[in-house]
């Protein structure tokens, strides 16, 4: 049991104090902090690792604080599919968990991941009747339902090609930063999981990527890419967001 870096939590950070020392919602939120923070559990899983289980009961809530976790569902077939990547900071299994039901998707940790977790009766008697909270919960759903409808707008409407450039744009904008060369990153997914991610084959995966460092757009090698000409790639690139 370790204390819970609540400011890597998401909404949570708002009942951080502000830069002036102001904490705003501090009457109606700074106890419900401190039982989270005494409550919750913290734990640190590996790549592999399952949080959950496609058709088991939520037993809670689970806080991404660090790392990534993707959510896979069974098809017919008995194969497992890419939902969604889950990037830190989150909520994980919060739809089985207010709506009581089994998981829909298993959950599996893409790399060293720092994991919080609050079980099903700490989390009505500490946020039960705290509105402040419940109201940033419903906010966050509605912004999560929201970007679900953008990504099956961009599954409809953009091609492959376009969905891999999207890709490609977000993904140097997230992870260049921490890059010594601006617009170079790691692919952080295989091929097969990024066909998965973008709802295609790892193949179209592989011959759009090889189209556009024949295009001198981008340059490629392993997981290794740089993004050369991003005004081209932008230009035929989906305007809608792909699941984060």
Same mark, same amino acid.
């Given at each position: 049991?370790?204390?819970?870096?609540?400011?890597?939590?998401?909404?949570?950070?708002?009942?951080?104090?502000?830069?002036?020392?102001?904490?705003?919602?501090?009457?109606?939120?700074?106890?419900?902090?401190?039982?989270?923070?005494?409550?919750?559990?913290?734990?640190?899983?590996?790549?592999?690792?399952?949080?959950?289980?496609?058709?088991?009961?939520?037993?809670?809530?689970?806080?991404?604080?660090?790392?990534?976790?993707?959510?896979?569902?069974?098809?017919?077939?008995?194969?497992?599919?890419?939902?969604?990547?889950?990037?830190?900071?989150?909520?994980?299994?919060?739809?089985?968990?207010?709506?009581?039901?089994?998981?829909?998707?298993?959950?599996?940790?893409?790399?060293?991941?720092?994991?919080?977790?609050?079980?099903?009766?700490?989390?009505?008697?500490?946020?039960?009747?705290?509105?402040?909270?419940?109201? +940033? =919960?419903?906010? $966050?759903?509605?912004?999560?339902?929201? /970007? %679900?409808?953008?990504?099956?707008?961009? @599954?409809?409407?953009?091609?492959?090609?376009?969905?891999?450039?999207?890709? +490609? =744009?977000?993904? $140097?904008?997230?992870?260049?930063?921490? /890059? %010594?060369?601006?617009?170079?990153?790691? @692919?952080?997914?295989?091929?097969?999981?990024?066909?998965?991610?973008?709802?295609?084959?790892?193949?179209?995966?592989?011959?759009?990527?090889?189209?556009?460092?024949?295009?001198?757009?981008?340059?490629?090698?392993?997981?290794?890419?740089?993004?050369?000409?991003?005004?081209?790639?932008?230009?035929?690139?989906?305007?809608?967001?792909?699941?984060?």
């Amino acid at each position: 049991h370790s204390r819970v870096p609540v400011e890597s939590i998401p909404f949570l950070t708002l009942f951080l104090p502000t830069q002036n020392g102001e904490d705003p919602f501090h009457q109606a939120t700074g106890k419900s902090l401190r039982r989270f923070r005494e409550l919750a559990t913290t734990h640190t899983y590996n790549r592999g690792n399952i949080l959950f289980y496609q058709g088991n009961r939520p037993m809670g809530l689970y806080f991404i604080c660090s790392g990534r976790v993707k959510i896979t569902k069974e098809n017919c077939g008995g194969r497992s599919q890419i939902v969604r990547i889950v990037n830190a900071p989150n909520l994980l299994g919060d739809r089985a968990f207010f709506a009581k039901k089994p998981y829909a998707c298993t959950g599996e940790v893409m790399e060293e991941s720092r994991i919080c977790f609050l079980e099903v009766r700490h989390f009505w008697d500490i946020f039960g009747q705290d509105h402040e909270m419940l109201r +940033l =919960l419903i906010q $966050s759903f509605a912004q999560k339902l929201g /970007s %679900a409808e953008e990504y099956m707008h961009c @599954l409809t409407a953009c091609t492959v090609k376009a969905r891999i450039a999207r890709y +490609l =744009l977000a993904t $140097s904008e997230k992870l260049s930063s921490s /890059s %010594a060369q601006k617009d170079e990153f790691i @692919l952080q997914e295989s091929r097969t999981e990024l066909a998965q991610i973008i709802g295609t084959m790892p193949e179209v995966v592989s011959r759009s990527l090889a189209g556009f460092s024949s295009a001198g757009w981008i340059a490629i090698e392993d997981r290794r890419v740089h993004i050369k000409d991003k005004q081209h790639l932008s230009e035929v690139s989906c305007p809608h967001n792909l699941p984060d």
